[in-house]
């Protein structure tokens, strides 16, 4: 069982206020400064397609690998009533798979902090890698430590109403410090007010934090070239304010 297996029926609804537009902008603005600003461009971790949708309605020739097969599914239909051909793939983004020639490869919404150490880290950056041509770029975003350390972890409630349902997420989450890494227990509970009926679900995604230095370091193991590493939807460094952080990449040549 993979994160997301019972939480993925409701992900996109608990995520509806996300401005995927406005970041999708942004990814493709620090694209364009790279010198990338159109082709083929994968996006590893799509979730349910919909930053991939994005860049297709931009001009992309866009595709999309997700290990959930509930995700894809809904990502593939997603594309069908937007009249959008992108193929999605179900498949782990650190298995290096069939796409190659890519202009620039993206990995959105904390893919790589759900990569828990530095091998796995490694296997998502030769993934890439591998599919990028040369002198494509990586753009890719993580939870930064030194905003986690500095803020620390606490319980947090969500509550959404859609009619006829609504959802209560309960996140309280455990800081394995020696570890880098925080442990997100979800409680969600999904009611549906006509039936008066209510299920509940329970998962936990054991999320990595990372610090720059480190993204950097396994960057050019993997034969990438680091251009920088910054607040998310921002130009500034990582600071203790925003618990993401985004890094971009050039790739060199083989690792």
Known sequence: MTVFADYAPWYDLLYRDKDYAAETDFVESRLRAQGVASGKLLDLGCGTGVHAIEFARRGWSAAGVDLSHDMIAKARTRAEQAGLAIPFRQGDACETGPERGYDAVVSLFHVASYQNDHDRLEALFRTAHAALKPGGVFFFDYWYGGAVLAQGVETRVKVIEQ?????????????????????????????????????????????????????????????????????????????????????????????
């Not at 969600?188 to 230095?213: A, K, N, Q």
């Not at 993204?215 to 990582?238: K, N, Y």
Request: net charge negative.
């Open 163 to 255: 009619t006829p349902l609504r959802l209560t997420r309960i996140a309280q989450s455990d800081h394995d410090e020696p570890n880098a890494t925080v442990f997100v227990n979800y409680t969600l509970f999904c009611e549906d007010m006509d039936g008066s009926t209510i299920r509940r679900v329970d998962e936990t995604h054991r999320m990595r934090y990372w610090f720059p230095f480190e993204v950097e370091a396994v960057l050019r193991r993997c034969g990438f070239e680091p251009a920088g590493s910054h607040a998310w939807l921002s130009d500034a460094a990582p600071n203790v304010k925003d618990w993401a952080a985004w890094s971009i990449a050039r790739k060199a040549g083989q690792p």
